[in-house]
């Protein structure tokens, strides 16, 4: 087959036709040239612009020369995008879509098709950034709400966040919530787990456990004694072999030795049984998956966290809030702890970074969709079909439980197992087979009569049973301490969009109070929001993808196997590293699984006592905190005054800590936008003092084909799937973190108690599925499969042009604070701000609120540095989507000087009234002293196109005052 050649890439449309009959032979569809912005004409001239001859000059100008890497990538030549969609569809293909009844918090759903295609599948919704700036994100903070009420009023719980990673993690984060929310003088130190869980949750909390030294008990509540001081004990409701239990004695009993009581929730379960939060439970938690989001081979699912409102601040993730703006209208905001990290650091109560938005959204639209009577007939079907085969079954001889059940069966006897797994696999259906010979067999919305019938074939029915003679002996209520008689979800939100044509509208009218990719580029600095291609996301909606239950028996997966064993090769060989772990589904649990791959290096090498981690000053705030959930000890790195790592003071600390030094985290290039020149001298004084290098690959965008982590001295590296590779952020999440490391550190990847995978010698697994977010996993693959080498470096080298062309225009109005070596900065830069606030007043904030006039969302601000802005443009905006941004910046400047010279107050600036919503223009009154079009259309451009923010300024300090955390009352919009 005929690719382009590698030095032909071609990018934009300004290339003009080809006259080389060779050239002609290529495919016409090739992916580079579409996902890089610039064109030749716009290269030339930004290269102009910046002083530099060529982009291998620019590269040379820009990263250390030694630790420019040798050759290029050996990678596979570039496929096209119908090559790559056909190469996917093969792939697919391998993988074997059998009906599963696994369950163990897995279940097939049907995604109403109004929101697999206008959400899942439309760049309105998942080219979002996290809601930092909410005046131009309320669509999706209102639909956060929703999914926050759903949860609080299913699980009967006061308050919940906007999702967590999946129930693994989100049983461990309430874990670690329940010691936290010990009083201070408590020694308590174990967490009781049912052995009754999922035994991925178990494992999970146990792995995470493991380093913070807290004893993890498993065992069979009814004969837990609290011999032990323990502040918190974890029950499955119903438990993993579907029995529900009347949990309420034992949390009493929980109670009285001082000790908090979690549980694991089914949100469906919910609508028929008693919630947890009426019977004792302190903590809720679960996974939303079967609320319409397919199975994807184990994810990406939005898990929930609720609780009592008493521990709120304490509570891991995001939440949302409400408050009022600068009108007095109700506005939706994040609240309290979001991103606390950055404050707390190595004090943060969790590394809690990426969640699940997208997914959580999908979930809560299902709810709405439904609404709750909806839900109910669903779990009442549920429910039916699950007592019929119960019934059948014990009719058949086979030993059912006695005790209530929803929606699985642990059916026992004396039958042959391997007889009807065999019978099983012939008509493609897996059960879940424990090592005693029981069978598991768990129902969800999708099964059909039909699927009852060949149920009961495989256990020996010989076409004798009846399933409506067997439905009308079923009784479906449950026992009064089990029966829910709690109303739940009787907001109109949940009770009026049940049309399609009414759910639709609701849907479209929130995506437009949101900005997107879709509309304007989103220059946040440390965060790469570029093109997430049309191609790339084709596939994660295929059945053969998205169907699969994440325990289904190996050959039935072989298409992901391919998938993954060609992903971690291009992966390595990206990265210099000899091993990958996809299973971390966070750029944060991404850091975590580095340092624990780190902390079981040190440990299995019987050096224990290695439990120091060093952190550069300027590090993300999730650095430290994940490096105290690994059990490490923080000691921080000073920066010089041009933002790089004070290389003195790292020696120092390194040989101080010699003989307890663990690791160095670093990121590179570094937090501050610049190549460091010192980074080889950093990573060798890190090894010859005993440690280990983690770099945090959250800048690898400007790395890839230029420079490889390996090479230059790291051990391992996380790599966000979502920024650098294209896993859309999906307005805060999913997100990816695989890790990639060193041959030494192989043994030590995170494993999976249900399916082999990881290292021989891992602590346990880092998330809930053995391959993290599996079904996002087709985007990255096929982006690197188009880009090819030649793409992929191009992609590197236009985005640090881009970047050094956006600084060379702002820096005369607005200073970039910190360049490299030759004056160069890497893939993004920051502006400073600081000497226009002491000059004009005028803050970042203003200048932020004042760009959702232009149509921009903001760069990152304020990070690393207060009182900045951090932009990154990425590779894939065109030069004309720069200057625009460029002008709106410089415009704003013009503004700002108004105020300096006195031509206009503060007071009186659009400045700090922005942003200018649609009804503050069409107001008959009209108070400012500037005009309603300085206001609204401040440029020329958006009398074309303009973007109205739905509120104005929101008041944070009124909010977090006064917080409200779910839906509010249809008349505060009056």
């Known amino acids: 087959m005929l690719h382009t050649k590698p030095n032909t890439i071609q990018?934009?449309?300004?290339?003009?036709?080809h006259t080389d009959n060779l050239s002609l032979l290529a495919a016409t569809d090739t992916f580079a040239r579409r996902h890089i912005g610039p064109d030749a004409a716009a290269v030339a001239h930004m290269l102009e612009v910046v002083g530099a001859a060529s982009l291998d000059e620019l590269m040379h100008q820009t990263i250390p020369d030694a630790i420019r890497m040798e050759g290029k990538l050996q990678l596979d030549a570039p496929l096209s995008e119908s090559e790559a969609l056909r190469e996917l569809r093969g792939l697919a293909a391998q993988n074997k879509l059998f009906r599963s009844y696994i369950g163990m918090g897995y279940y097939d759903t049907l995604t109403p098709t109004v929101i697999l295609r206008n959400i899942l599948e439309n760049p309105g919704w998942y080219t979002q950034y996290t809601p930092y700036q909410a005046e131009i994100a309320q669509g999706r903070l209102e639909a956060l709400i929703n999914f926050q009420t759903m949860v609080s009023e299913l699980t009967g719980m006061e308050i919940a966040n906007a999702s967590l990673l999946d129930e693994g993690t989100a049983a461990a984060e309430a874990m670690t919530m329940a010691q936290r929310a010990m009083p201070r003088k408590s020694k308590a130190n174990t967490f009781f787990v049912s052995d009754r869980c999922h035994p991925q949750t178990i494992a999970v909390v146990a792995a995470r456990a493991l380093p913070l030294g807290i004893d993890v008990v498993v065992g069979d509540y009814a004969s837990y004694d609290f011999s032990a001081e323990t502040f918190g004990v974890l029950l499955q409701y119903p438990d993993t072999d579907g029995t529900i239990y009347d949990y309420e004695p034992f949390a009493a009993q929980a109670h009285a030795h001082g000790a908090l009581v979690v549980v694991a929730a089914d949100l469906l379960a919910l609508t028929l049984l008693r919630p947890p939060g009426e019977f004792g439970a302190d903590i809720v938690v679960g996974n939303t998956q079967r609320f319409g989001v397919p199975m994807g081979f184990g994810g990406p699912h939005a898990a929930y966290l609720a609780t009592a409102e008493q521990?709120?601040?304490?509570?891991?993730?995001?939440?949302?809030?409400?408050?009022?703006?600068?009108?007095?209208?109700?506005?939706?905001?994040?609240?309290?702890?979001?991103?606390?990290?950055?404050?707390r650091r190595d004090r943060a109560t969790s590394n809690?970074?990426?969640?699940?938005?997208?997914?959580?959204?999908?979930?809560?639209?299902?709810?709405?969709?439904?609404?709750?009577?909806g839900l109910t007939r669903i779990?009442?079907?549920?429910?039916?079909?699950?007592?019929?085969?119960?019934?059948?079954?014990?009719?058949?001889?086979?030993?059912?439980?006695?005790?209530?059940?929803?929606?699985?069966?642990?059916?026992?006897?004396?039958?042959?197992s391997a007889e009807i797994q065999s019978r099983?696999?012939?008509?493609?259906?897996?059960?879940?087979?424990?090592?005693?010979?029981?069978?598991?067999?768990?129902?969800?919305?999708?099964?059909s009569l039909d699927d009852l019938s060949t149920l009961f074939a495989i256990f020996g029915d010989d076409g004798s049973l009846d399933i409506e003679t067997l439905a009308a002996a079923v009784d479906l209520t449950y026992p009064d301490t089990l029966q829910r008689t709690s109303d739940f979800l009787t907001h109109p939100v949940f009770n009026s969009y049940h049309s399609e044509?009414?759910?639709?509208?609701?849907?479209?009218?929130?995506?437009?109070?949101?900005?997107?990719?879709?509309?304007?580029?989103?220059?946040?600095?440390?965060?790469?929001?570029?093109?997430?291609?049309?191609?790339?996301?084709?596939?994660?909606?295929?059945?053969?993808?998205?169907?699969?239950?994440?325990?289904?028996?190996?050959?039935?997966?072989?298409?992901?196997?391919a998938l993954f064993a060609q992903l971690e090769h291009d992966l390595a060989e990206i990265t210099g590293f000899d091993a990958v772990s996809l299973q971390p589904n966070s750029g944060a649990q991404g850091e975590y699984a580095g340092l624990m791959t780190i902390r079981g290096y040190h440990h299995a090498h019987g050096n224990d006592h290695r439990h120091i981690c060093l952190i550069p000053e300027s590090a993300h705030g999730t650095n430290p905190a994940s490096a105290v959930m690994a059990g490490m000890d923080v000691v921080v790195v000073k920066c010089d005054q041009n933002g790089n790592i004070d290389v003195d003071d790292l020696r120092a600390k390194a040989e101080q800590h010699a003989h307890e030094l663990a690791a160095?985290?670093?990121?590179?290039?570094?937090?501050?936008?610049?190549?460091?020149?010192?980074?080889?001298?950093?990573?060798?004084?890190?090894?010859?003092?005993?440690?280990?290098?983690?770099?945090?690959?959250?800048?690898?965008?400007?790395?890839?084909?230029?420079?490889?982590p390996g090479d230059y001295g790291a051990d391992v590296c996380h790599l966000n799937l979502h920024k650098t590779f294209c896993i859309p952020h999906g307005g805060g999440g999913p997100g990816m973190g695989p890790i990639c490391m060193t041959a030494a550190l192989a043994p030590y990847r995170p494993n999976h108690p249900v399916i082999p995978t990881g290292g021989a010698e891992a602590s346990g697994p880092i998330a809930a599925a053995p391959w993290g977010s599996a079904a996002i996993l087709p985007i990255s693959y096929a982006y690197i499969r188009m880009m090819g080498e030649p793409g992929l470096t191009r992609a590197s080298q236009i985005a640090v042009l881009n970047a050094n062309y956006m600084a060379q225009r702002l820096d005369p109005y607005f200073p970039v604070l910190y360049t490299g070596a030759n004056g160069r900065v890497a893939h993004e830069c920051i502006i400073d701000l600081r000497p226009i606030k002491e000059t004009s007043g005028v803050s970042v904030d203003d200048v932020a609120k004042r760009l959702m006039d232009y149509g921009f969302h903001a760069p990152t601000m304020s990070f690393p540095v207060p009182g900045t802005l951090m932009i990154e443009p990425t590779e894939s905006e065109s030069l004309a989507e720069l200057d625009r941004f460029c002008d709106a910046m410089i415009a704003i400047w013009e503004e700002i000087q108004q105020v300096e010279t006195g031509v206009i107050a503060l007071e009186d600036s659009p400045l700090v009234h922005a942003p200018h919503t649609a009804a503050m223009i069409s107001s008959a009154e009209w108070d400012k002293p500037y005009s309603r079009e300085t206001a609204a259309f401040p440029a020329s451009w958006l009398r074309q196109n303009k973007f109205w923010p739905p509120v104005a300024r929101i008041d944070n300090v009124y909010g977090d005052r006064n917080l409200v955390c779910a839906c509010i009352p249809v008349e505060a919009y009056a």
């Open 11 to 17: 990018t934009g449309n300004g290339t003009g036709p």
């Open 311 to 343: 521990h709120k601040r304490i509570m891991p993730g995001r939440l949302i809030g409400v408050s009022i703006d600068a009108t007095g209208a109700p506005g939706y905001r994040l609240a309290l702890q979001t991103r606390e990290q950055h404050i």
């Open 352 to 373: 809690i970074c990426t969640a699940q938005v997208l997914l959580a959204i999908m979930a809560s639209m299902y709810a709405v969709y439904h609404g709750p009577n």
């Open 379 to 416: 779990a009442r079907r549920v429910q039916l079909l699950t007592a019929v085969l119960a019934r059948g079954l014990a009719q058949l001889g086979y030993v059912v439980p006695e005790e209530p059940h929803f929606d699985t069966l642990r059916v026992g006897g004396d039958f042959d």
């Open 424 to 447: 099983a696999l012939v008509n493609q259906v897996n059960l879940r087979y424990f090592d005693n010979g029981d069978i598991g067999i768990a129902l969800d919305e999708t099964v």
């Open 501 to 561: 044509t009414e759910m639709l509208r609701y849907i479209t009218k929130l995506q437009n109070r949101d900005l997107s990719l879709a509309y304007s580029m989103i220059s946040l600095g440390s965060c790469t929001m570029k093109l997430n291609a049309t191609t790339e996301m084709i596939p994660i909606t295929w059945p053969e993808f998205a169907g699969l239950h994440p325990f289904v028996p190996a050959d039935q997966y072989a298409g992901y196997t």
């Open 664 to 708: 160095l985290m670093v990121t590179y290039p570094s937090t501050h936008g610049v190549f460091e020149m010192a980074m080889r001298e950093i990573c060798q004084i890190i090894h010859d003092n005993g440690g280990l290098v983690y770099l945090d690959g959250a800048n690898m965008n400007a790395q890839v084909g230029l420079a490889r």
